[in-house]
């Protein structure tokens, strides 16, 4: 295939400023790609590399090099992922507390950085030092009393409205793909969609920024799916420099799966769970070669993001556990609790968003998306505030809820009475009365949960980058938090009951709420995501221990089920089909008894089918045809009488090929006979030139039979990556089934719109 | 292999190559930070110990290696005498810490800077650009609402090739015109028809 870029030859650097000549091979925006031809071409390739290395040194060291070019994508993906992570991380730390005062020292410390070095070291005093203030300390230097709070809850909104109108307009000027959280988009895009710029440097630059942004404004949202999006967008950026990957798209998705499992990787410093959750939630094809190479990326992206040390422990996420405490088998009676809450929640949330979401595009609330990101932000800041569970950022929240009460822990949740004879080490402390701190954090814990539950289905899916793993979490850490400290209340005054009497004695340590907590959040990650192996080693490598795999699991399993029983998507899944994008699932069974014949189009009352003939249009017939439909492809018979299928000819390829022939190719004009075959018609003499098409003609289109039950079609579409099969019957061509039939065949048969999957 | 490199700058407009210029700065910038070497106020071990019987409770900070972070080496002056030292200790709760000031501020400032720049820019471009810019029927289209799928299938076909501007202005300004276009029709597509992303 002629590339017409090499056209323009080794040109100056100025011809980059020019537009870009598209070649025969790409693909158009919003349609989807031809996997068996971008495997071919691929496996052409390589063989002309070794069949090459054999001539020369230079050769031999080229293949070499194409063949590690791979491992390098998956370096730099990695050190740039990592890199970008480590920025995010740090740059959230030092805006979120810019909401609630300054460093005087150095302005670009946060809170904790700017308290390092005080010299404050009383026990009681811990948490203050003199070298940041609030802003009301700093502005009318008060810091106690109704004017100082009031003046600090005013410049939080302030901030935290400043932070969000500034980000959405970033996002509306220069990038508007860089908003929602970016996985159902990468979903479809790995399954073969093509969506152009969705992966693009500018939604690179805008959606990093504005994540920083977003984050610290307070908005109920997480950073872990949009680092997915920024991992990939690096992930395509690297990809563009090798030629292997940039001009084959099979090959290309190999590495957005890599870069995928270094996002997820560098969010949770879990690179197995990354490589896991690409695996399982993100990939549609996943050769076993690119599990390697997805670990790879992983990892190095976890070993930068661990050199920039964010968070000033070697750690690399906020909230991970040390603590190693044993559980007991009576306590999986509360598991299994949670697990059922978080299933209940994730159906909750699923309806509930996808109802705001489809309301959002189809009424008038979707026409001011600006203001909505500011009255959200408002409301957020201003139920925020009071409460001191949600004025944190959510992931200190997480921290604070997962952590285990040592005898030094100054919150209120570990406001219990202590015995002051106690002499026990710091994680042996035995189980204590609550008090008075305890039970005004539940109270605080219990409205905290409400509103994040409420919030959240109004926050995610604006047009503000925004993901989902960490509100799912808070929630139920929160809500695992307060049952567990109902547990070890329970197991404390009532230590006699038969159910504590065998593994609680008085003055053991039996019950940690914080156990309870990170249940919570695994089983009510798992409700909305519905995630399996991936959520419980993402929740393993947090806690760094095997000891609690099994409550983690036994959580997730349970949430799964009870949510599985409402309804069969995740969140990922129902955005999909509410976007309409041809995105055919894997996990969907086909179990109707219908045949190819009930989906083919044309039906019976529809126009015949529009087809070439192998050697009798002219160059005007194709164009009219072209110009009429706007069919993606046409089947090439060998006459009208005889419907005897030759192969497949692209619309795209079809166009290109027919006006580089009438601009370069002497001779062919609106008369001449277009002919696939390999020796020219017989032409009367006097006639035009004739205009050979066969090499963009695809001598192997599939086909199937009109009695193929429509299970075997949707398997093959699925396991093959098809666009179209064309149907016959005994070697005539009777119609033709496409991705979009095939989704739309399935939809209809689960009574649902046909009419909503939109794109081709 | 790499003859794909210049064809990469063939195939992108001016516009991609400062979001690129921006990321290669922080990758260059960011690695000599993370091997910086550490100043003395960087590292800590931080034992914590609370109150006890008649002792309340008190932070140590001293600056120690990670082997020696632990309550013999931190607690100073011990305020129990010898036989109670191992109980006390068994209270302290010790930990290591180190970070890198030079990374917060370098990291901090260049998140700044690229802030302000891409404000300045969408200042340019909302405000400044429509005033400086006489219409003429090349930026048509942009106003134009209604553009209906035609012109997309007609974008993909190459425009005027035939009158190519020679001089590298005009070529800058071709370039950031068809990435406005990019973006327009990105803005279509999510905010107007809400075809994408709800």
């Known amino acids: 295939m002629v590339n017409a870029g090499d056209m323009n030859g080794s040109g100056n650097l100025m011809d980059f400023l020019d537009e870009p000549f598209p070649d025969v091979g790409t693909y158009e925006d919003f349609h989807t790609i031809d996997w068996l031809r971008e495997k071919s071409r691929d496996t052409d390739r390589h063989r002309k590399i070794t069949s090459k290395s054999k001539e020369s040194i230079w050769e031999f060291i080229k293949s070499l090099l194409d063949a590690w070019s791979g491992w390098v994508v998956m370096l730099l993906i990695g050190l740039l992922a990592g890199t970008l992570a480590g920025v995010i991380d740090l740059a959230v730390d030092w805006m979120t507390d810019l909401k609630e005062g300054v460093c005087l020292s150095a302005f670009w410390y946060s809170h904790e950085q700017c308290c390092w070095t005080s010299n404050e070291t009383t026990f009681d005093d811990r948490d203050k030092c003199p070298q940041w203030q609030k802003w009301s300390e700093l502005l009318v230097s008060q810091s106690e009393g109704a004017s100082a709070y009031i003046l600090n809850y005013f410049l939080y909104i302030m901030w935290a409205l400043c932070f969000a109108f500034l980000a959405v307009s970033l996002v509306r000027v220069f990038a508007p793909y860089a908003c929602g959280s970016g996985i159902p988009e990468i979903k479809t895009i790995l399954s073969g969609f093509i969506i152009r710029g969705y992966l693009g440097k500018w939604t690179l630059l805008i959606k990093t920024v504005t994540l920083v942004l977003v984050v610290s404004s307070g908005l109920s949202l997480g950073k872990e799916g949009p680092l997915v999006h920024v991992a990939c967008c690096c992930g395509n950026f690297f990809s563009s420099l090798f030629s292997k990957y940039s001009k084959n798209e099979g090959k290309r998705r190999e590495v957005l799966s890599a870069a995928a499992a270094a996002g997820v990787s560098v969010a949770f410093g879990a690179p197995i769970g990354g490589v896991l959750f690409s695996l399982e939630e993100v990939s549609y094809y996943f050769p076993l070669k690119t599990l390697w190479r997805s670990f790879f990326a992983a990892l190095v992206a976890a070993f930068t993001l661990r050199s920039i040390n964010p968070f000033g422990n070697s750690r690399l996420v906020l909230f991970y556990v040390e603590y190693h405490t044993p559980w007991y088998m009576a306590e999986l009676f509360p598991f299994i609790l949670l697990g059922v809450f978080g299933g209940l929640w994730g159906t909750l949330f699923i309806r509930c968003n996808i109802a705001w979401c489809r309301r959002r595009k189809t009424t008038r609330l979707g026409k001011y998306p600006v203001l909505e990101v500011i009255v959200i932000t408002a409301i957020t800041a201003i139920i925020a505030y009071p409460n001191p569970y949600t004025r944190r950022s959510t992931s200190e929240l997480i921290s604070e809820l997962f952590n285990d009460c040592g005898a030094l822990e100054s919150s209120q949740l570990c406001d219990y009475i202590n015995d002051p004879n106690m002499t026990r080490p710091v994680d042996d402390i035995p189980d204590r009365p609550a008090g008075p701190g305890v039970y005004s954090a539940m109270w605080q814990l219990a409205l905290a949960l409400v509103f994040k539950i409420v919030i959240t289905i109004f926050t995610f899916g604006m047009k503000i980058p925004s993901g989902l793993f960490i509100p799912s979490m808070a929630v139920g850490a929160m809500a695992g938090r307060m049952v567990g400290i109902g547990v070890e209340q329970l197991a404390y005054h009532h230590h006699d009951w038969i159910i504590f009497r065998n593994w609680c004695r008085p003055g053991a340590d039996c019950v940690t709420p914080g156990l309870y907590a990170m249940v919570g959040a695994a089983a009510c990650l798992g409700g909305v995501t519905r995630m399996t192996v991936s959520l419980v080693v993402i929740m393993f490598e947090l806690t760094g221990g095997l000891e609690y795999i099994v409550p983690l699991m036994a959580a997730a399993v349970t949430s799964k089920w009870v949510a599985d029983a409402f309804g069969k998507e995740g969140i990922y899944e129902a955005h999909i089909h509410l976007n309409g994008y041809p995105f055919l699932d894997v996990k969907d069974e086909f179990t109707h008894r219908t045949l190819a014949t009930d989906v083919m189009r044309p039906r019976r009352g529809e126009a015949p089918l529009s087809v070439l003939t192998q050697d009798s249009m002219t160059v005007e017939d194709v164009e009219t045809l072209i110009k009429e439909t706007d069919y993606n492809g046409f089947p090439v018979v060998v006459s009208k009488d005889s419907e005897r299928l030759i192969g497949f000819a692209q619309r795209r390829e079809l166009i290109l090929a027919i006006k580089n022939a009438r601009q370069r190719q002497d001779g062919v004009v609106s008369n001449s006979i277009v002919y696939f075959t390999e020796e020219p018609p017989e032409l009367p003499p006097n006639s035009p030139h004739p205009l050979k098409l066969r090499r963009i003609l695809n001598l192997s289109p599939f086909t199937v039979t009109d009695h193929t039950p429509m299970e075997t079609v949707v398997d093959i579409f699925r396991k093959l990556g098809l666009r179209q099969c064309l149907v016959t019957r005994s070697g005539r061509l009777l119609g033709i089934i496409t991705k979009k039939d095939v989704l739309r065949h399935m939809a209809q048969m689960a009574n649902q719109d046909p009419e909503s999957i939109m794109f081709n | ?198």
């Open chain 2, 1 to 198: 292999l790499f003859p794909q490199a210049p064809r990469m700058f063939a195939q992108s407009s001016r516009n991609s190559v400062s979001p690129v210029l921006l990321l290669v700065l922080l990758g260059c910038v960011l690695c000599p930070p993370a091997q910086a070497s550490k100043s003395s106020e960087d590292i800590r071990c931080k034992c914590i110990c609370p109150p006890y019987r008649n002792i309340s409770g008190h932070i140590y900070n001293k600056n120690v290696s990670q082997k020696d972070c632990n309550c013999l080496h931190v607690v100073e002056p011990m305020p129990v005498p010898g036989n109670d030292v191992e109980a006390y200790c068994l209270l302290c709760e010790c930990k290591y810490e180190e970070r890198s000031t030079t990374t917060i501020k370098v990291i901090i400032i260049i998140y700044l800077s690229v802030v302000g720049a891409l404000l300045l820019y969408m200042a340019f471009l909302v405000l400044v650009d429509p005033l400086i810019r006489k219409p003429d029927p090349y930026t048509q289209p942009l106003h134009n609402e209604e553009d209906s799928e035609d012109t997309r299938s007609l974008a993909t076909v190459p425009a005027p090739a035939g009158a190519r501007a020679n001089t590298v202005l005009e070529r800058v300004e071709g370039a950031q015109q068809r990435w406005k276009r990019q973006v327009q029709e990105q803005r279509k597509t999510v905010f107007d028809r809400h075809k994408m992303l709800s």
